[in-house]
């Protein structure tokens, strides 16, 4: 299997998360204190009635303004080092559109090359994902979907990002929006059910503990790991932007 070599030390996953400590501070209290509008019993019965919870966009557009906490999430970034102070202040002076970024987040744009727009990008990513994810702990526990058999996700419609695999190979599959977890349908591709070489294939990075799954038939990519030793789910995914990256070379999407 070929390998995605890195050169960071076997302390990555701590040291990364002792990193993003001020991160996951704000991201906690954005999460706690946003307040979604979600009507919880028509939410499950959609879902039980194989539908998607509740519209993503209306939930974001019921929290408010979305720039005070951005602002937080990028003073938070600088704190963490992930950004300078005239970056930070320059990003914010160039009045940036929270919403227009969080759309692109959805719509799946490619990553922005330039430094301070994906840093921007990124602060977003982390504001949508507080927002959504506490509307979905309002939809209720994991067993409100446990028989949900689609490929997206039952409480905001989003495309999975990573794979948990469990015990007896089970693979659990983890919204790149809202965080909510479900039993993935099928084995090899999402999209098209592809399984075996040449149309999967695989690049292993050992020292992170991931595998980038790609299929060479749809185009699509999810990355696995094994769930014992992960960490929350900002820092894995910060753990694994080489992958995304590598990925989106190849023209895949999640």
Known sequence: MPTL??????????????????????HADVLSGCGPVVETDA?????????????????????????????????????????????????LLGEPDVDDLVSGWFTGDRTPRDPRRHIARQAAIIVGNALLRAATELVGPASV?????????????????????ERG????LVCARCDAQWR????????????????????????????LMMC???????KERPRRGVETLIVERALTTELDLAAEQRGLRI
């Open 5 to 26: 070599n890195s050169p960071r030390s076997p302390t990555i996953r701590s040291t990364t998360a002792e990193q993003f400590a001020p991160v996951l501070r704000v």
């Open 43 to 91: 939410a499950r019965k959609r879902i039980a009635n194989g539908q998607v919870a509740y519209d993503a966009l209306r939930v974001l557009r019921s929290c408010g303004d979305l720039l005070p906490r951005f602002t937080r999430v990028l003073d938070s970034f600088e704190v963490a080092g992930l950004v300078s102070n005239e970056d930070r202040q320059a990003i």
């Open 145 to 165: 979907w446990r028989a949900w058999t689609r490929v997206v996700c039952p409480c905001c419609g989003g495309a999975p990002d990573i794979a948990f695999i």
């Open 169 to 172: 190979g089970i693979r659990t």
């Open 184 to 211: 993935a349908p099928r084995a090899g591709c999402l999209g098209c059910e592809t399984s075996e070489p040449p149309g999967i294939a695989r690049i292993s990075n050992p020292e992170l503990g991931y595998d």
């Open 216 to 222: 060479n038939a749809c185009g699509r990519f999810l």
